[in-house]
């Protein structure tokens, strides 16, 4: 390390007074405790030099050895800056809004005894519940509120999901292990093998690299170094690896066109053993049914994770054995091409994931909560002329396939297994299918359902738009009857009764699955790429292309929000992520005269459904509220059947939404998330990403001739090195995520690395010029006043933690500059009016043009978790004020950006009536001379009227208007920290165009504004809280 061998003087010291007292309890010699133990995690090491390593690796044992070596008096300071509060401890202060990024690459691991060979038979002596108390009655529980405020009931039997045994797991010495690697127990060339084995290199490449002269000094100091590829190949394959794979011989076709094939596959038990034992999962792994409710009095649920549902309660209650662990299986499948070319060679990969594991790891690709099982069988039958016969046996082929896979979980679901999981514990696993992420085809084909019908209900073509009640749902009993019968008599009535495929479902020999139910809803495929895409066609032919594309394109930036430079009809790739983008500021899009309000409302309640949708907690009224929002539009569509009826014709006939199954599937949302969690925890785009990592990059690095073995043998090499590192990082500190270093109050943060918000807009992928003078990596955070957060109230107001970088972006400006370059007129009067109304002096300095004062051009607003929604994650808003930049000839090269936002004007008013919209055109500090007026930033804001509400009760989008002083906007000078929510205004298209004033450098092209509730979802959370909460929107006088 930098500091060298004496930094840990300290650190040896403080080992040695934590043995004193380990002596008693060990009966160690405090020596050798010192010597081989972290003081600050307890971990033992056989050396001070491996203790050492840990330290510096270790990022949690890191900062609290440099925190108690440096001292206080050591750290770097603050500038802070409060209005009317005391003086804020060090210790009592907020954690700073310093994020760090750390990448893990991590896979399952099961250390050098978790084997599934290892696992021994249970012994009946130490079989036992070791959390049984004796004074607790048998089936009594322990319920509770958690940190979320959320109230949980425990399932009744009290032994249900508790280890079978006090006894644990022994990981084994991992020293040993590390030495019996080789090179590859180096981290140094650990590094090294896992960026040559992973970036795309030949063995060609490989082999000139590791001649490179780097290389070659490192030989000089002694350190070995692979010779060429073929060695560092082989050092790789003799690492461990995850479940074996194997090949099936399958056929898929019958007579003439019958053929074999090939279908590569893992043994499910062993995959769900991986998961379950998984110890980078020991925080996040549930083993109990639980239910969630709002308070103590049990009378509104609470729907989050899988365990929070009905179906794992069900499950338990329904299982002999009292002391069995239920792991719900979550499966996902989906056909993918090996290359971009959408027509070229496909590849079907299917993968699973636990749903005892937190839906917040499981959406996280890179940390490996979902593993691949297999590849299935692609055949197109091409060849077979008749279009029913090669339906038939494309969907033999698919479920000849899954039953080899799902064999082993026949016996096992029913009568279960032993496992070690991710505690160290031994238990009674009993792993059942529970969902299945898939698109609506794939749906219908796991589900034997035609694609006229529903794979979840009883619903046929006529009728499947119109809303209304939902059929009832498929019978699976009657199903696998039908179907066997089939297979018999060759009778198909019986299945066309039923909209039934003849096929022999591999859920036949599962009687606990309910295909129907397990069929979760789909985010992406339903909704963003679903009914959006639908919704959009329909606003096209509503305004035309051209007027479409114009507002999109004179819609105002803001952070976060992409910006259609050319409209949405010309983005060649449309994907998930653009029809997010599209869906937040859609609305505002639509609002015109010519629109029929019928039909705005059918897009408001569209959009308010998916928003709740969206949600990572749900409550009972929160789901009603998504069944009012579906009944919504199923009233207002009928706006856009054909012009016979003399509507808008967009909808040829009223059974133009039978067509439409995906309207259908929004019917199941809220069932669904009753029976499995919210459906964030089922993204099928977690999938999507797995298809780069499992079938794209693999895929590359084969020679294209039989590519599937090769896939297997990359994926076998991959995992292998992710597993070493799983192992490395366990022995000399596993890395810890942002979650957990925001707990700890870092002072000194320079090593610290600011993540950026995700989501810049395609007009901001060039660099900026004032980007690298404003960073905020090194940031000044402004406390707030406390005295609003801490008041008991029911209705929740932002009171976010505002941060400027400590360089401001441009240290000198003049007082003229920022009137003309940065859009504000009034600046000089502005700010002398702020001054005389907040300094005590009785004339403060007069303020020249000469003046020149720090500029900044970004904030950031760190919000804390909503008290209302606390399973949401927390908001980080970005404030822009950037001039514009203009090139040698004076012209203009980039637009500027002048963000929006908030601010509070009456806390004596409730919701949105408190505050008012102000567009930032500068964020700023005084000059050094005066300082001692005010030493906080500040910001120059154009100020909006106060916002009204939508009379007409259509679109429900609060506006406003510019407001003007003389001949330009009114502006107004506060404190930065007077900045509540970032906020997006978009102009009201039904409002006539106006000139913005001569002084403008942005114009306002409209005479009205409406705030866009959907910009983000955090806005979105807090509008709908205001509006159940109450608050009603009032006027609020400016004084210029």
């Not at 010699?29 to 033992?44: I, K, L, M, N, Q």
């Not at 108690?68 to 907020?94: L, N, W």
């Not at 000194?748 to 918000?757: K, P, R, Y």
């Not at 807090?1022 to 009603?1032: M, N, T, Y």
Request: glycine share 8%; proline share 7%.
């Amino acid at each position: 390390m930098a500091r060298g061998g004496a930094m840990y003087t300290r650190a040896i010291r403080r080992a040695a007074a934590r043995a004193s007292h380990l002596d008693e309890a060990n009966g160690a010699a405090p020596s050798d405790v010192s010597r081989v133990t972290c003081p600050y995690c307890g971990t033992e090491f056989g050396s001070e030099g491996d203790r050492n390593r840990h330290v510096s690796l270790f990022v949690l044992c890191r900062v609290k050895h440099e925190y108690s070596v440096k001292g206080k008096a050591g750290q770097k300071r603050k500038r802070e800056y409060e209005v009317d509060s005391p003086e804020i401890d060090v210790m009592d202060r907020p954690p700073p809004t310093k994020h760090v990024r750390i990448d893990e690459t991590v896979l399952p691991v099961a250390g050098p005894s978790r084997h599934p060979n290892a696992i021994p038979h249970p012994d009946p002596s130490l079989v036992s519940d070791p959390n049984r108390s004796p004074d607790v009655a048998e089936g009594s529980v322990v319920c509770g509120y958690t940190k979320d405020g959320v109230f949980v009931e425990k399932f009744p039997v009290r032994t249900a999901g508790l280890a079978m045994s006090t006894r644990k797991t022994n990981n084994g010495d991992l020293r040993t292990y590390l030495d019996s690697c080789g090179k590859l127990g180096d981290c140094d060339l650990f590094e090294t093998a896992e960026g040559m084995m992973t970036t795309g290199l030949t063995g060609r490449g490989r082999t000139r690299q590791l001649k490179a002269p780097a290389y070659r000094e490192w030989r000089r100091k002694g350190k070995e170094v692979w010779g060429t590829s073929d060695s560092l190949v082989r050092d790789v394959d003799q690492l461990p690896k995850g479940p074996k794979w194997m090949e099936v011989d399958v056929s898929g076709g019958k007579g003439h066109y019958k053929r074999p094939h090939t279908l590569y596959m893992r043994d499910v038990l062993e995959v769900t053993r991986e998961l379950i034992g998984a110890r980078r999962f020991r925080r996040y792994m549930h083993y109990a049914p639980e239910r969630h409710w709002t308070s103590k009095s049990r009378t509104r649920r609470v729907y989050d994770e899988m365990w929070s549902g009905d179906w794992w309660w069900r499950m338990q209650s329904d299982m002999q054995n009292k002391n069995g662990t239920i792991v719900p299986l979550i499966i996902a499948s989906d056909e993918t091409t090996l290359t971009n070319n959408p027509r070229g060679d496909k590849a079907h990969p299917i993968y699973l994931s636990i749903g005892n594991i937190s839906k917040s790891v499981r959406r996280k690709p890179t940390k490996r909560p979902m593993i691949i099982i297999g590849y299935l069988p692609v055949d197109s039958f091409d060849d077979v002329p008749d279009d029913g016969s090669r339906q038939q046996f494309r969907a033999d082929l698919f479920h000849c396939s899954l039953d080899e896979i799902f064999a082993p979980l026949k016996k096992a679901s029913s009568e279960g297994v032993l496992a070690w999981c991710a505690d160290g514990c031994l238990r009674h696993i009993y792993p059942s299918i529970a969902a299945w992420i898939a698109d609506y085809p794939k749906q219908n084909d796991i589900a034997c359902t035609a694609q006229s019908g529903c794979p979840k209900c009883m619903q046929r073509w006529h009728g499947r738009g119109r809303g209304g009640p939902i059929a009832p749902l498929r019978n699976q009993d009657k199903a696998r009857q039908a179907l066997r019968g089939y297979r018999l008599t060759e009778d198909v009535g019986v299945l066309q009764r039923l909209g039934l495929k003849p096929v022999a479902p591999f859920w036949d020999g599962f009687p606990e699955l309910d295909v129907g139910r397990a069929l979760v809803p789909d985010l992406l495929h339903q909704l963003y790429k679903g009914m959006f895409e639908h919704v959009r066609d329909w606003v096209e032919d509503l305004l035309g292309t051209v007027e479409f594309n114009r507002r999109f394109v004179e819609m105002p930036a803001a952070q976060g929000l992409r910006h259609f430079k050319k409209g949405v009809t010309r983005v060649k790739i449309w994907a998930g992520r653009e029809s997010r983008d599209m869906m937040r500021q859609f609305l505002p899009v639509i609002v015109d005269a010519k629109a029929p309000p019928d039909f705005i409302r059918l897009v408001r309640a569209l959009l308010d459904f998916s928003y709740l949708a969206h949600g990572a907690q749900l409550t009972e009224a929160e789901l009603a509220r998504m069944d009012e929002a579906l009944t919504t539009f199923h009233k207002a569509k009928d706006v856009l059947v054909d012009k016979t009826n003399k509507k808008m014709g967009i909808v040829a006939g009223e059974g133009g939404f039978d067509r439409i199954p995906k309207l259908h599937m929004l019917g199941h949302y809220t069932q669904d998330i009753r029976e499995l969690g919210t459906p964030d925890g089922y993204s099928t785009e977690t999938p999507e990403h797995l298809h780069i990592l499992y079938v794209k990059i693999p895929w590359r690095m084969s020679n294209r001739r039989n590519p599937l073995p090769q896939m297997v043998q990359y994926v076998r090499r991959l995992e292998a090195l992710e597993i070493q590192r799983v192992y490395l990082e366990e022995y000399h500190g596993e890395p810890i995520g942002i979650q957990d270093i925001q707990e700890f109050n870092f002072e000194d943060d320079d090593e610290l690395e600011f993540v950026e918000e995700e989501g810049e807009d395609e007009s901001e992928d060039e660099e900026d010029p004032y980007e690298s003078e404003d960073e905020l990596e090194d940031g000044v955070e402004i406390p707030t006043d406390k005295s609003e957060a801490s008041a008991v109230s029911e209705i929740y107001y932002p009171q976010p933690m505002t941060s400027i970088a400590r360089r401001p972006a441009v240290l000198n400006v003049a007082a003229c500059v920022i009137a003309s370059s940065y859009g504000a007129p009034e600046f000089i009067r502005v700010l002398q009016l702020f001054l005389s109304a907040t300094t005590p002096l009785p004339k403060p300095p007069l303020l020249l043009p000469s003046h020149h004062f720090p500029v900044w051009h970004k904030a950031v607003l760190e919000h804390r978790p909503l008290s209302f929604a606390l399973g949401q994650p927390c908001q980080r808003d970005v404030i822009r004020a950037h001039p514009p930049i203009r090139d040698a000839a004076g012209r203009i090269s980039k637009a500027g950006v002048f963000d929006t936002a908030l601010f509070a004007v009456d806390r004596s008013c409730s919701g949105l009536k408190r505050f008012r919209a102000g567009r930032v055109r500068a964020i700023f500090a005084l000059p050094q001379d005066l300082v001692h007026l005010y030493d906080g930033p500040l910001v120059y804001l154009d100020v909006f009227a106060p916002f009204s509400s939508d009379d007409s009760n259509t679109h429900c989008l609060f506006s406003t208007t510019p407001q003007y002083y003389g001949t330009s906007y009114a502006p107004i000078v506060l404190p930065l920290a007077c900045l509540k929510l970032a906020c997006h205004l978009a102009p009201d298209f039904s409002s006539p165009s106006t000139r913005p004033p001569a002084s403008s450098c942005l114009a306002l092209t409209h005479t009205r504004y409406l705030l866009n509730e959907f910009y983000t979802y955090f806005t979105f959370l807090i509008l709908s809280h205001w509006r159940v909460a109450g608050g009603d929107v009032v006027g609020w006088s400016y004084t210029p």
